[in-house]
C-alpha cells in the first residue's frame, strides 16, 4: 500500500497530469483513491490519453485510472463550481468525483478583481481565474464553502474522513499537487507567486492526510524550465530570448491563460533546493523529446541516444538523485520507467 504525493519541482506545467495519468494505471501501485490538493483552477493539467486531450483545471489528472474507486478534492483546494460541473461532464466522473464541505468558493467577483485589480494583472501576473482574492476572502473568513452551494449538494463529502477510511482499508493513495515549488507563497520568488503555499507538506494538508502516512513524494520536472505571466518579474537565471526558444522548439502556451512561456535550460540549483523543500523521495523527468527529438515514444532508457543518456546521467549526478520516470511524449504510455 502506498501513499504518494506528486508536486511540481520548478514553476509550474512541468507535467503533473501526465505523469499522474501514467501512475495510476501502473499495477504495481493499485491507487483506488485519487486526492487532489493545491490552490485551484488555476492549474492547467493536459492528460492524453490514445487521441483524446484533456485540458483540467479541477477535475483531478487521476481521473481515467482503470481501478480508481473516488476522485477526491480536498478543503484547501478553491471550486469554482461552473468549472468543475463542466469538467465532470466531459470527463464523465459524476458519481465518482466528490469535493470537501469547506472547499472555498471562487465567484465572479473574485475572478474580476483576479483580471482588474492592477497589482495581480501586471505585477504578479495571475491566472486570472479568481483564486488570489478568493484566497484572501478565506483569510478573512467571510469566503462562502461548497456546503453553501446548492448546485454542489449531491457531491459533498467529508475528504480527509474518506481518506482515513481508505488508509485504514490499506487501499493505495495518490494525492496531486498543482502549480510547483517556485510559485509557492512562502518558498517561491515573492511577489511573482501563487495564493499560498504549494510544496509537499501543504499538499497533504490540502487534502487532510498527516506527513506520517505518507510514502513517497515524487517530484516533477521538466527538461527546461518554463514560467508563465509575472512579465515584469526577474528575468529566470539563463533565460532564452523569444528568438531562442523558437529555435529551440522550446515554445509552449499556458494551459489555462494561453500566454506564451518563457523559457531557460534545466537549473540545477532550482532544482536541488526543490527537493529538500519537498522531502522528494522520487523525480521524474518529463518533455525528453523536445530537447532530444531522435529520442522521441522511447520506452527503454539503454535505447536512448547517448546526448541524451549523457544529459540524463550528468543532471542525477548533481542531484544525487535518479529520474524513476522520463517522459518521451506527451501521451502516458510515452514514458521510460526505472524504479
Ligand atoms: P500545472 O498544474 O498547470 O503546473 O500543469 P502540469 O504540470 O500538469 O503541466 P501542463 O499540462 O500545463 O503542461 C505540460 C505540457 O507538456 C502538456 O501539454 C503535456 O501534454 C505535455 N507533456 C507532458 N509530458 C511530456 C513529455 O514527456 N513530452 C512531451 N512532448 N510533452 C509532454
Ligand atoms: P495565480 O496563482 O493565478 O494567482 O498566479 C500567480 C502566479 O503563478 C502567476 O505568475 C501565474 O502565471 C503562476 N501560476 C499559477 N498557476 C500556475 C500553473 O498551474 N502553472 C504555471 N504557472 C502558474
Ligand atoms: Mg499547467
Given at each position: 500500500m502506498s501513499v504518494t504525493v506528486v508536486v511540481g519541482g520548478?514553476?509550474?506545467?512541468?507535467g503533473k497530469g501526465k505523469i499522474v495519468s501514467h501512475l495510476v494505471n501502473d499495477e504495481s501501485y493499485n491507487y483506488k483513491i485519487v486526492a487532489r490538493g493545491g490552490v485551484g483552477p488555476n492549474a492547467g493539467h493536459t492528460v492524453v490519453i490514445k487521441d483524446m486531450i484533456y485540458k483540467l483545471r479541477?477535475?483531478?489528472?487521476?481521473?481515467?485510472?482503470?481501478?480508481?474507486?473516488k476522485l477526491l478534492i480536498g478543503p484547501g483546494v478553491l471550486v469554482d463550481p461552473q468549472v468543475l460541473l463542466n469538467e465532470i461532464q466531459i470527463t464523465k466522473t459524476m458519481g465518482k468525483i466528490f469535493c470537501d464541505y469547506q472547499c472555498g468558493i471562487i465567484n465572479k467577483k473574485h475572478i474580476e478583481k483576479d483580471q482588474t485589480n492592477s497589482h495581480l494583472?501586471?505585477?504578479?501576473?495571475?491566472?486570472?481565474?479568481g483564486t488570489g482574492p478568493a484566497n484572501e476572502d478565506r483569510v478573512r473568513r467571510i469566503l462562502p464553502l461548497a456546503r453553501d452551494v446548492p448546485e454542489l449538494r449531491g457531491i459533498l463529502t467529508d475528504v480527509p474522513l474518506e481518506l482515513h477510511k481508505a488508509l485504514i482499508e490499506k487501499k493505495s493513495i495518490l494525492i496531486e499537487g498543482t502549480q510547483a515549488t517556485h510559485l509557492s507563497?512562502?518558498?517561491?520568488?515573492y511577489p511573482h507567486v501563487t495564493s499560498k503555499d504549494v510544496t509537499a507538506s501543504a499538499i497533504c494538508s490540502d487534502v487532510g492526510?498527516?506527513?506520517?502516512?505518507?510514502t513517497d513524494v515524487v517530484l516533477v520536472f521538466k527538461t527546461f524550465v518554463t514560467r508563465v505571466g509575472?512579465?515584469?518579474?526577474?528575468?529566470?537565471?539563463?533565460q532564452l530570448t523569444e528568438d531562442e526558444t523558437i529555435k529551440r522548439g522550446w515554445i509552449e502556451y499556458g494551459t489555462v491563460t494561453g500566454r506564451l512561456r518563457r523559457a531557460a535550460p534545466f537549473n540545477i540549483p532550482l532544482a536541488k533546493r526543490s527537493i529538500f523543500l519537498n522531502g522528494a523521495t522520487k523525480l521524474a523527468l518529463t518533455k525528453l523529446d523536445v530537447v532530444?527529438?531522435?529520442?522521441?515514444?522511447?520506452?527503454?532508457?539503454?535505447?536512448?541516444s547517448s546526448l541524451a543518456k549523457d544529459w540524463i546521467i550528468e543532471k542525477e549526478r548533481h542531484l544525487g538523485?535518479?529520474?524513476s520516470w522520463i517522459g518521451?511524449?506527451?501521451?502516458?504510455?510515452?514514458i521510460i520507467t526505472r524504479k
Open positions: 520548478f514553476f509550474g506545467d512541468e479541477m477535475v483531478p489528472s487521476g481521473f481515467a485510472g482503470k481501478n480508481i474507486e494583472k501586471d505585477q504578479v501576473g495571475t491566472s486570472g481565474s507563497l512562502w518558498h517561491g520568488t492526510i498527516g506527513p506520517t502516512s505518507v509575472s512579465i515584469r518579474a526577474e528575468k529566470m537565471e539563463n532530444f527529438p531522435q529520442d522521441s515514444g522511447k520506452k527503454v532508457f539503454e535505447d536512448l538523485m535518479q529520474f518521451t511524449g506527451p501521451a502516458d504510455s510515452e
